[in-house]
Antibody, heavy 121, light 107 residues
């Protein structure tokens, strides 16, 4: 069974750094891209970016580029999302997910349970 | 970026009704569109991929149509479990983008 297990909720102050994680199991980790999605309180879904775990190639939505970093550790089948300096506007639920991919047999989607990040002084 | 516009934003309906949600893309996305259902406090769940293909395990009352820039999700014979928020997502071009969501409420 495919599972994406995310790390627990975090409460941080503005300016602090943070790394949250997403551990994959039940499939070959390097075969599928992993995406990160933000959902601010009461709002919709925003794609942050994605990583190819086979070679750690990443691409980001421009509005997130430079503010977050996505990385992968193949040795533990885990993808990370990190910030070097959090802002109150980073308060949100963050999901890791696999999405369907065009022109492939990868037609399904799997999501982590979400990690709630709260940034407040 | 490709803008995805859903309508309506909110929809009120009764159990047994049939409803349709529309999603328009600002550019041609061929058929690379997915529909998700999200319930409060839960991660989204895939319903439809490639515009019209039903995900395994999803009830057949859900159906999707469309190609190019206009797409629809229809739920035929609403069940109590269907009252949730629905999102379309294009995966034709990076950055991947979602519609703003349609909240389906009980009338």
């Amino acid at each position: 069974e495919v599972q994406l297990a995310q790390s627990g909720a975090e409460v941080k102050e503005p300016g602090e750094s943070l790394r949250i994680s997403c551990k994959a199991s039940g499939y070959k980790f390097t075969k599928y891209w992993i995406n990160w999605v933000r959902q601010m309180p009461g709002k919709g879904l925003e794609w942050i970016g994605r990583i190819d775990p086979s070679d750690s190639y990443t691409n980001y939505r421009p509005s997130f580029q430079g503010h977050v970093t996505i990385s992968a550790d193949k040795s533990i089948s885990t993808v990370h999302l990190q910030w070097s300096s959090l802002r109150p506007s980073d308060t949100a639920m963050y999901y890791c997910a696999r999405f369907p991919v065009k022109f492939t047999h990868n037609t399904t989607s799997h999501w982590g349970q979400g990690t709630l990040v709260t940034v407040s002084s | 970026d490709i803008q995805m516009t859903q309508s309506p934003s909110t929809l009120s309906a009764s159990v047994g009704d049939s409803v349709t949600i529309t999603c328009r893309a600002s550019q041609n996305i061929v058929s690379w569109l997915a529909w998700y259902q999200q319930k409060p406090g839960k991660a989204p769940n895939l319903l439809i991929y490639q515009a019209s293909s039903l995900e395994s395990g999803v009830p057949s009352r859900f159906s999707g149509t469309g190609s190019g820039t206009e797409f629809t999700l229809t739920i035929s014979g609403l069940q109590p479990d269907d009252f949730a928020t629905y999102y379309c997502q294009q995966y034709n071009t990076s950055p991947i983008t979602f519609g703003q969501g349609t909240r389906l409420e009980i009338k």
